[in-house]
């Protein structure tokens, strides 16, 4: 296990982006099926269409974008360590996470082909998704930008992710099964007096 996670390190080093994606990618695809199997309980009826879509959501979308946002944050320079990590968890939670949210939800509905789906599914999904984060990610965040070196960063919030994935997977198909509900206000036809 230790000459896996010196290569996997040294591969984070050197080939930061491909890695990271990768990472994400399995991820990804390892929470959606945790959340089919385990929360959803879907035995052979398992939907590999979703797990594909998910894995490559991980891997094209999430990973690339996280990784960027990282040597952004990384870059940063603040007059004190407790600065630092205030503003770079103030900027990950309330700067990317609305939006990525947003992304995801969207991301999912048109990888499926709905993309009339798109809006309803993000009204359905967001602000539960977007609160749940905030419990999860403020408190990872805090100890992620107090004590782990940078370019380690991505492989902790990767490691909650696995769980984070699985509760996004679930939240993505419960969302699904409202949008497919979602009749939007038909505007009233105005009379003349």
């Not at 999860?136 to 902790?156: A, M």
């Not at 099964?177 to 505007?187: I, R, W, Y």
């Amino acid at each position: 296990m230790a000459s896996f996670l010196r290569a996997y390190n040294a591969l984070l080093i050197r080939r930061p982006m491909l890695t990271q994606c990768v990472t994400a990618a399995t991820l990804f695809g390892a929470g959606d099926i945790i959340a089919q199997q385990a929360v959803e309980k879907k035995g052979k009826a398992h939907d590999w269409a979703r797990t594909a879509r998910l894995t490559f959501y991980g891997g094209v979308v999430f990973g690339p974008a996280l990784t960027k946002w990282y040597q952004l944050l990384n870059r940063l320079q603040f007059k004190s360590p407790t600065k630092g990590i205030v503003y770079r968890v103030w900027l990950d939670q309330c700067v990317l996470t609305p939006g990525a949210v947003i992304v995801f939800f969207g991301s999912m509905a048109l990888l499926e082909g709905k993309p009339q789906e798109v809006v309803p599914r993000i009204g359905a999904g967001y602000v539960p998704t977007l609160l749940r984060n905030w419990a999860v990610f403020v408190p990872t965040q805090i100890i992620n930008f107090w004590l782990v070196p940078p370019h380690l960063r991505f492989v902790v919030v990767s490691v909650v992710s696995l769980f984070w994935n699985t509760y996004l997977s679930v939240a993505n198909a419960v969302a699904k099964k409202q949008a497919v509900g979602f009749k939007p206000l038909e505007s009233k036809k105005k009379t003349a007096v």
